[in-house]
């Protein structure tokens, strides 16, 4: 799955140089990386330690792409996609869940409270 003028440009530098530079590759292919390695373990952090309640972006409990794109485009300034959002974290090791909840404890005085209402409420 190589097209032909990559196949043709290799083909030119073995011929000019021989195997050894076509082994020894020192550049990485493709562009630059929006964020960098920082604003990426920054954002990694972001998700797994708040919730977007917390930082006043909405009353959800948990992140998701269209937030974070929102986020990362007001702090860093950079528009990226949502699919790339999600390529990013899952780089970073993390995957899309559902969100669970847990239960607040119950106070002991208001139970009782509701209980003794509850059982005025019956007896009328």
Known sequence: NVCRQTVSHSVSLFNEVGLELLLHRDFAPGREPFLTEEQ???IKQLVLTTTPAELGWDVAS???TKLLQSYVEKHFGV???RE???KLL???GLSWTRPTYTLAKGDPDR???FEKQI???KKT
Do not use: P, T, V, Y
């Open 40 to 42: 990426q373990e920054e």
């Open 62 to 64: 948990a992140w998701n």
């Open 79 to 81: 528009s990226i996609s």
């Open 84 to 86: 790339a959002l999600r």
């Open 90 to 92: 899952h780089r970073k």
């Open 111 to 113: 139970q009782k409270n």
């Open 119 to 121: 059982d005025f409420i």
